[in-house]
């Protein structure tokens, strides 16, 4: 983050109306476990055209009850890109499994379907397919390589929500999509994160696992009025609370008008450094709504590093997302791995630069920003 009277790489927008919605919340009966969660849920079920939503109380969350309810387990290999927060491949490891890193595209910087084909094996079971920056992957080409090889598609969306591939929302375009509600995601909560699916056994397990692997929570054992309950398997205290709900659904109703603003963000940013040599935008994918949860540029020739200095110098909080996950220590000392395992992301990683990107972003703050780096390179 930048300094406090200086533009960070992200920022959550909070109004009157978002207040209202979690004073309200604490006046009432239910702080967890309430009501308020499966408005939350329903309207996330809505949002995205799908027939379950399961909230939770991390996008880290959403991920290992996604994994779960897969069956991921010992022995099982899931195949995911490296060009991602740790937390993606944190939840196979938490289930026993392994998790196998497949490249990404040059362009998009999205998980690349050749790359997972190379990858699978007889242990594969699933492919963790993430939304890179908000735009969607290819998962047409996905789905086909899990349909031809019994492998179950999970997406991590949390850069996504609101974003969409030719009319489809992400949220339906894999059997299991997992979303986070941090602060500078697109939709915050405060914290919180949500599983979206079609399918009744999946949404059952979910629900189970983020409450202990109890059969019923205290809301519904109220309104059934019975006192009993039974753990049938081993679950996880990863339960929304009703102020998080709250939040979360009056964030919801903004959500489209937040995405078109970052969409319009994104457009000038491209003009402003169209005629910058030395920076370099990802490439789009046709038919694709892109979410611009961030706005990620390449800086060539080795200058990454030193133009996020000076950003970080004019106050500007530039940030890099990501450091390949195969490459931080416990990896390398768990699972073997190690550089030159997945070029393309790791020549990415060296390159990648995340720019300010928020709806209340200005015009102003834009061209502080373009200026800044046209400066730099100027003056070198």
Known sequence: MAASNGLPYGRQQIDEAD??????????????????????????????????????????????????????????EVILPPLTFAATANAVLYQGGTPVFADVDPTTLLLDPASVEDKITSRSKAIIAVDYAGQPCDYNRLQELAEGRQLQLLADASHSLGASDQGHACGRLAELTTFSFHPVKPVTCGEGGVVTCDSVDHAKRLRRFRNHGISQDHHQRQQRGSHGYDMVELGYNYRMSDLQAALGLSQLNKLPGWIARRQNLADCYAQGLAEVSGIEPLALRSEVSHGFHLY?????????????????????????????????????????TQAGLCPVAEAAAQEVLSLPLFPSLTATDIQRVVDAIKKYFREG
Do not use: M
């Open 19 to 76: 207040i209202a919605a979690v004073v309200e919340v604490l006046r009432s009966d239910w702080l967890t476990t309430g009501p308020k969660i499966t408005e939350f849920e329903q309207a996330i079920a809505d949002f995205v055209g799908c027939q379950h939503a399961v909230a939770v109380s991390s996008g880290t969350a959403a991920l290992h009850a996604a994994v779960a309810a897969a069956g991921i387990g010992p022995g099982d």
């Open 296 to 336: 990620v540029v390449r800086v060539v020739n080795g200058q990454r590093d030193r133009l996020f200095e000076w950003l970080q110098q004019q106050q500007i909080g530039a940030n890099v997302h990501y450091p390949p996950v195969h490459l931080h220590s416990y990896y390398r000392q768990t699972l073997g």
